[in-house]
């Protein structure tokens, strides 16, 4: 038999023999039917075996099978046994998932596949670390309810390097990590010390991981310096997470190549909207713009257009700019600086649709009737000109009537006053609809010529920041059902109700209070809102909003559409933001594909493909959030170092055994009021009521009580501002005197 007919031969099975074809110059079967092999064997197979039952011959076939074989080791798609052949994970009883680690020594294994979180105890802690991918074997529940997990292999290792604090201790180097996920401190020998001195931040390599009896082993490869120099905390916090920083050989290379502007070539084929006046509506800080809107009045109601950078046009799948942007999952807001997820040529270029310039997009067209309920939708690839870049504030003072402004945007106007025509139709359907409006206020930090901070200020939002958040939601809700019409796999964001133990315990707290949750033991989401209807006027009503929050499940990534509970729709996904978002690319890819009726098996993902992605990106997700938070808290620590004995009026907004979290009004930042510092009682925490109660005095502290309180103390290293009740000196002091009065009066006696 030739070479080719026995190339045809072991490719006839193959479901996606056309993609893998489209992808490489010399395909290998995908690993979609390795695994179906692997699953009609029904046993562990050595890779030569393996090789011999795919029917592959030429070395470079088994060698690009002993690369996919690798890389689905790492995915958690097989695993080696003792013996080093090779099984399929859930065959043999294993969850694969991502680490993620705690400050006391215990952690969790986040399965891939979106279920629940397992577990894992300090014992089998101590040869992994925070952000490694690992199989873990369930093996008991504790009284808790959660799974337990036994490792049973690393499948890849996450971290290179770390960032902490040097110290040297009886003849004894090692560095505590600045994250307090990695609880291991890490080993530094006396040759691989650098110059580094006690107390230093110094960033270490890892020369070797834990073990069940070792601890890790680093070698110092930079001083950052003796304290944290401004600027200091970005750097610290992108180290201690992990997060990539440097673009990898070929990615900027790739970027580049697709020059400045966009050629008549690219544009071919595509639907035109350049006449058609979209603008962009942003913050004034804004550098990327990867979103543009158009409204118009119809015979029936509205048209909307929303127009999407299209990054996929750009980024290929498997190219080196697809690898790096799934590595780094989303782009990194901190104050002050971004970690994009695209290189700036694209982000801030090519993908950035900015006035006047051609930029290609993915246009979601929408048909709403005058109440402003979407009849019908259509999907573009598109071509369009942006006529204004307008801020939320141009925008809200043009609606309010400033006369200057609707002058100079006079060829936009009537786009944007149908824009806010259209969005007042939404908000009464969101109301309607009964989705969870909590009202929460942002900061931002105002920083002077030397990078210190000189105030932190709210955010003011405005009907313009509304309007686009509705307009988003209606495009994000489409897409959803566009790709669930046509059955692809991707996916959603999704965000579940609440646990049956966490309605319970808001019942009960919601009874103490005169109020009452409807909805029996699966409450919707119009029930919160019902809750947040009449507790508004209440003057208890900042504790009954926050109450609620809490008792609500983090929104995740997951191919499994379950719905969004706080928006309250059944299909949702992220459509609008490919720029900074990697799911978001994601959705664009499947949309290109039914747009091109392109064929089923050369779609790129499956089902599997999906799990494994959006486990990856609500991780990315997560570590930006952690190293963000982390960034600001050590703003805010040295911006309350020189406010040592100052008084503050502060609001309790968390309430746990050991304490009290205050927010402090004037500066809109948290510290701590631990609970020996409060005035003098023994108090028992009341978790139900989220409260703090004096076991003598009777004294009671309330999530969202107002709280006088004084600066005790400030470690910016432990990012932790100590406070005390203001008048818990006072009665101190008041109780000093009392005892030298007493004193003197024995004394006179």
């Known amino acids: 038999m030739s070479t080719e007919n026995t190339k045809k031969r072991r490719w006839k099975n193959d479901p996606k023999a056309g993609r893998e074809a489209q992808r490489y110059e010399n ?13 009609e064997l029904g046993e562990p197979q050595d ?68 279920g629940a979180d397992v577990f894992m105890p300090p014992r089998e802690m101590r040869e992994i670390m925070h952000g490694d991918r690992v199989a873990v074997r369930v093996v008991d529940v504790d009284r808790r309810g959660r799974s337990v997990g036994s490792l049973a292999r690393i499948l890849e290792r996450n971290t290179e390097d770390l960032i902490g604090r040097y110290f040297e201790e009886s003849g004894i180097s090692y560095v505590v990590p600045d994250n307090s996920r990695f609880s291991q401190d890490l080993f530094v020998p006396p040759e691989k010390r650098g110059g580094a001195r006690h107390g230093q931040i110094v960033r270490v390599v890892l020369e070797m991981y834990p073990s069940r009896r070792n601890q890790p082993i680093g070698r110092v490869e930079q001083i950052l310096g003796d304290h944290r120099d401004p600027g200091m905390e970005i750097d610290i916090a992108v180290h201690s997470h992990g997060l990539p920083r440097e673009w990898p050989e070929g990615v900027e290379a790739e970027a580049q190549r697709f020059g400045g502007s966009v050629s008549e070539q690219a544009k071919a084929g595509r639907k035109d909207f350049r006449e058609l006046p979209l603008v962009t509506i942003d913050d004034e800080t804004a550098k990327d713009f990867d979103d543009a809107v158009f409204c118009e009045k119809t015979d029936k109601g509205f048209r909307l257009l929303v127009a999407i950078a299209d990054v996929a046009e750009y980024v290929q799948p498997d190219s080196a700019l697809d690898q790096e942007a799934w590595r780094r999952g989303t782009s990194v807001y901190f104050p002050g600086h971004v970690i994009p997820m695209l290189p700036e040529v694209l982000s801030n270029g090519l993908c950035s649709l900015n006035p006047e310039v051609d930029r290609l997009t993915m246009v979601c067209e929408l048909f709403l009737d005058e109440e402003g309920k979407v ?72 920083f002077d010529d030397f990078g210190k901070i000189e105030k932190i200020v709210p955010v003011e939002r405005n009907d313009a920041h509304r309007l686009i958040e509705e307009c988003m939601i209606a495009a994000n809700v489409a897409t959803g059902q566009f790709l669930e019409k046509h059955g692809m796999p991707t996916l959603y964001r999704v965000h579940e109700g609440p646990e049956e133990e ?34 508004r006027e209440r003057e208890d009503a ?22 969004h509970f706080g928006l309250s729709h059944g299909t949702y996904l ?18 290109k594909h039914i747009l091109r009726r392109l064929p089923e098996d ?37 911006f309350m170092q020189d406010k040592v004995g100052e008084e503050f009026e502060g609001m309790i907004v968390g309430v746990t055994s050991f ?48 709280l006088r309180v004084r600066v005790v103390r400030v470690d910016p290293d432990e990012r932790k501002i100590d406070l005390e009740p203001a008048e818990a000196e006072a009665e101190a002091g008041g109780k000093k005197k009392g005892k030298k009065g007493k004193k003197a009066r024995r004394q006179r006696g």
């Open 27 to 39: 395909p290998i079967p995908s690993r979609e039917y390795i695994l179906k092999v692997m699953e």
């Open 47 to 114: 890779f030569d075996d393996l090789v011999e039952q795919l029917g592959l011959v030429e070395p470079e076939e088994v060698e690009a099978l002993g690369f996919r074989v690798r890389a689905m080791i790492r995915d958690g798609q097989l695993i080696t046994n003792r013996r080093g052949a090779l099984c399929l994970v859930d065959r043999v009883g294993l969850v694969t998932g991502t680490v993620v680690g705690h400050r006391d020594g215990f952690g969790f294994c986040t399965p891939d596949d979106g």
């Open 375 to 446: 009849t019908g939708s259509r999907f573009h690839e598109g071509v369009i000109r942006s006529h204004a870049r307008l801020t939320y504030n141009k925008v809200w003072a043009m609606v309010q009537g400033d006369k200057q402004l609707r002058s100079e945007y006079e060829h936009v106007l009537g786009n944007v006053e149908n824009l806010h025509t259209l969005f007042r139709k939404l908000i009464k359907r969101r109301r309607k609809r009964g989705a969870i409006d909590f009202e929460t206020i942002e900061t931002k930090f105002v």
């Open 502 to 535: 966490k309605v319970s315990e808001l019942r009960d707290f919601l009874g103490k209070l005169g109020l009452k949750l409807g909805g029996g033991e699966k409450p919707e989401p119009k029930h919160y809102a019902q809750v947040l209807d009449q507790a």
């Open 542 to 563: 900042a504790l009954i909003q926050t109450v609620l929050l809490r008792s609500l499940k983090q929104a995740v990534y997951s191919p499994r559409n379950v719905g």
């Open 574 to 591: 992220h459509f609008t933001s490919p720029i900074r978002r990697y799911p978001d690319l994601l959705v664009h890819r499947a949309i």
């Open 602 to 638: 050369e779609y790129p993902y499956g089902f599997k493909d999906m799990e494994r992605i959006g486990g990856h990106c609500s991780s990315t997700e997560r570590r930006a959030d952690e190293a963000t938070r982390d960034a600001a808290d050590t703003l805010k620590c040295e």
């Open 659 to 706: 304490g009290l979290f205050v927010k402090l009004k004037e500066v809109h930042i948290e510290g701590m009021a631990h609970v020996t510092s409060l005035p003098n009682d023994y108090y028992k925490f009341d978790p139900v009521g989220h409260r703090m109660v004096g076991e003598r005095s009777g004294r009671v502290f309330r999530l969202t009580d107002s």
